[in-house]
């Protein structure tokens, strides 16, 4: 029997319109009543204004649930987006602590739970969130984007858990037949699933109770109004908001009666990632080795997933006669053409790996350039010198010839970089050049890996 676990998650983002905070409710409660915990990204602001409000019985509610993080203020401009389009990655990261640090503890001391997700506001995302979010502890982070993708199946990124852009999304249209047409879909699903399979099933609360996003009322293509200007969505009819937590009631009632079905919150799917903690060999690291013909990219077998620059760290460790335990290293802040003069050891290369690198939020991040004698070698480069070296076998002291451009970063494939940004978020203003953004994306596919489920 195919065990379908399900992540059933909302985005809870609208603290303007003061009715999505009842839409919020009704479907706490219709969840509760099919004992269905789900995932409540919230916003900073939200949290706040909800507790303005008094919303003691929408807290109460929460606590069954998982709560996760939504930024501290969505869409109020400048979004991550515009705020880091031109920032390098390091100081981007920084930058993106200290504007999100605020809310991110808001919601854990409002709501009394500590956040186990993250997920960007509409399309705003940015590569310096991941370690950020290393560092609080969050674990995951799940949305829905078309930046990113490493074949619509869940993948590890920035040392992150990524459950986005997963093949197996889905969403019940309220008019129309959308409730049979979502049960024909959930039904593909269940024939078309691996024995284990991650579904992702997601709303905004605001949805059942608005005709509009709150947002696009406000902050569309770049408008930014001071508060007091802030207007709420157009509502629905409490009668209308019912309805469609209803129907999507009858939906989640149908998918239970698969006895595959199991809900399951963002946190939860952790446990069913498969990770190889078995010892690496100087045999396995040379069988590695042998795999790479192009340059750096991930590589897969069986349970075991390891990121190009945790592959590198391993090259480094088996030519230097250490335990090879594989070290994650973020992506560097540019790609240079390496400067080679003369000749090096593997032992030289492999020290440069084990000693030369940056820091970010404490982690060790690669550098533009490895300086080995009077070579600057770029990380790519580096990578596939040394990779050369252990599948050929030379000898640790043995003086070899370096290449320079003959290899590239191989999982960059997964990025699109023809993604259209401004059509893709209203929220965004016209013009915007998200460039940066990309490059940086780019670069760190250095910590690209599939998960394994």
Known sequence: MKNLKVMLWFDVEDFITPEADDALLALIRMMDSLGIRGSFKIVGEKARVMKERGRTDIFEKLAGHEICYHTESHSVHPTQTEYLHDKGFADGVLEFERRERTGFLDVQDICGQFPTSYGQPGASWVPQVFPVLRKWGVPTYVDSHYLLSVNEEAFRYGGIL?????????????????????????????????????VSIFYHPCEFSCTDFWDG???????NPPREEWKPAPLRTREEMQRRVDVLGEFLRYTLQNPGVEYITAQQSCLYEKTDISPITGDEVR????TFTEGPDYYVRGSRSLCASEILSLFSRDVLGLHCTPELFYGPEADQPSEIHGTATPYEL????????????????????????????????????????IAEGIGTDQAMELSAGEGRLVPVRHVNTSYDWAKDWIIFPDGLDASEVVRHALLQTWTLKPAIF
């Open 350 to 389: 492999a020290k440069a790996v084990s000693e030369q690198y940056e820091r970010v939020l404490g982690y060790k991040q690669l550098p533009v350039w490895y300086q080995v004698g009077e070579s600057r070698i770029n990380p790519v480069d580096l990578f596939c010198n040394l990779c050369r070296a």
């Open 162 to 198: 990524n459950l986005t852009r997963l093949w197996s999304t889905m969403r019940l249209e309220f008019d129309g037949g959308g409730l049979e047409e979502a049960i024909e879909q959930f039904d593909q699903f269940c024939e078309r699933a691996a024995d284990l399979q991650l």
């Open 217 to 223: 009322v406000n902050f569309r293509r770049g408008a």
């Open 287 to 290: 069988d590695i080795a042998r």
